[in-house]
């Protein structure tokens, strides 16, 4: 799967009731910056939200602290509270964001990525057609050099026997 090099964030972000819950936080900066960084984390992975270290392989919360720069308890603490502001989904070890393709419009950069696809396959359609055109062009002009050479060489033994003059 192609990795995703951008993320969607909406400008509203701080209006939204959950976002201000967090940030009344006692920790409330490190708690958006957590949401951020597993936020990039699943987009990294794009797996639809999933939170993976590889294909199929869940970050563990001991991966994600050492990631995040934070003890293994307060990372689990802020998973705990996202969890219970149904803003992460965790199951069998694995952390998904929730509403992942919804908010980050997964199926619009499906479709954008199927009209790349194919606009880029017209372009080298076109380029082998010119290319051949090119090769076409060429190898008339051979022929044409060789007809002429074979005239020139025609003209000069008839000049030679003594036919023609």
């Not at 563990?60 to 219970?84: F, G, R």
């Not at 880029?120 to 050479?149: A, C, F, G, M, P």
Request: aromatic fraction near 6%.
């Amino acid at each position: 799967m192609v990795q995703v090099q951008w993320l969607k964030v909406y400008t509203d972000i701080f209006d939204n009731e959950k976002m201000k819950k967090l940030l009344r936080n006692r920790d409330g900066d490190t708690y958006f910056r957590v949401w951020i960084q597993l936020l990039t984390l699943a987009a990294k992975s794009n797996q639809h939200g999933a939170i993976l270290l590889g294909e199929n392989i869940p970050m563990s919360k001991e991966d994600l602290a050492k990631v995040m720069h934070k003890t293994l308890n307060k990372l689990e603490k802020i998973i705990q509270d996202l969890h219970k502001l149904d803003m992460i989904i965790v199951e069998k070890d694995t952390i998904c964001i929730k509403n992942w393709d919804m908010y980050q419009s997964a199926d619009e950069l499906e479709k954008l990525r199927e009209s790349n696809r194919r606009r880029q396959q017209k372009y080298r359609d076109k380029q082998k057609d010119s290319n051949v055109i090119v090769t076409l062009n060429n190898t008339e002009d051979k022929n044409r050099e060789e007809k002429n050479k074979n005239r020139q060489d025609i003209s000069n033994l008839e000049n030679e026997s003594g036919f023609k003059e």
